[in-house]
T-cell receptor, first 109, second 114 residues
Framework: GQNIDQPTEMTATEGAIVQINCTYQ??????LFWYQQHAGEAPTFLSY????GLEEKGRFSSFLSRSKGYSYLLLKELQMKDSASYLC??????????FGAGTTVTVRA | DVKVTQSSRYLVKRTGEKVFLECVQD?????MFWYRQDPGLGLRLIYF???????EKGDIPEGYSVSREKKERFSLILESASTNQTSMYLC?????????????FGNGTRLTVT
């Protein structure tokens, strides 16, 4: 089985940086994904980590430590449009993808 | 671009009705998934399928069944709808041939059971 934990809510100011942590326990690891979901819309893919380290994609970066069961998503130069839920998702060896409950990020002017 | 299409955006059904939620993808993906999403609980996996006529139970399969007769189509069936099945239902697909292939989601079906 899998257990995925992430904070429920975070608030930050426009232009700032926010780090969303995700801790997990799993019996079989085959990759960690981050998704963004705006209210009323489907989740969209942000990033993927399967090896330890940092993956950078423009303003968004994601980090993974498999030994610690830990990942974070870093959002830099926050914009109002970044207000959304951010979902940490774990893929197991059978390609099943399990999601955390999501972190709602609110960006204030 | 991958397209995952769910047949209905909104559905209202009565308790005890049999409900079909349809999902079609156009990228020849092997894997297809059905999730439900509820506030505070996130996305929970109901069923998934690796290939035609194959299905695997997810974390909350009770009260649901699925059908995959063609590779592009994955149907979720509520045999006898109940009020606790009121939820947002999301279909997704992905390929096994590319290791970092993400899930591609449909726009969701908001089902209300009265």
């Amino acid at each position: 089985g899998q257990n995925i934990d992430q904070p429920t809510e975070m608030t930050a100011t426009e232009g700032a940086i926010v780090q969303i942590n995700c801790t997990y326990q799993t019996s079989g690891f085959n990759g960690l994904f981050w998704y963004q979901q705006h209210a009323g819309e489907a989740p969209t893919f942000l990033s993927y980590n399967v090896l330890d380290g940092l993956e950078e994609k423009g303003r968004f970066s994601s980090f993974l430590s498999r030994s610690k069961g830990y990942s974070y998503l870093l959002l830099k130069e926050l914009q109002m449009k970044d207000s959304a839920s951010y979902l940490c998702a774990l893929r197991s060896n059978d390609y099943k993808l399990s999601f955390g409950a999501g972190t709602t990020v609110t960006v204030r002017a | 671009d991958v397209k995952v299409t769910q047949s209905s955006r909104y559905l209202v059904k009565r308790t005890g009705e049999k409900v079909f939620l349809e999902c079609v993808q156009d990228m020849d993906h092997e894997n297809m998934f059905w999730y439900r999403q509820d506030p505070g609980l996130g996305l929970r996996l109901i069923y998934f399928s690796y290939d035609v006529k194959m299905k695997e139970k997810g974390d909350i399969p009770e009260g649901y069944s699925v059908s995959r007769e063609k590779k592009e189509r994955f149907s979720l069936i509520l045999e006898s709808a109940s009020t606790n099945q009121t939820s947002m239902y999301l279909c997704a697909s992905t390929t096994r041939t590319v290791p970092n292939s993400p899930l591609h989601f449909g726009n969701g079906t908001r089902l209300t059971v009265t």
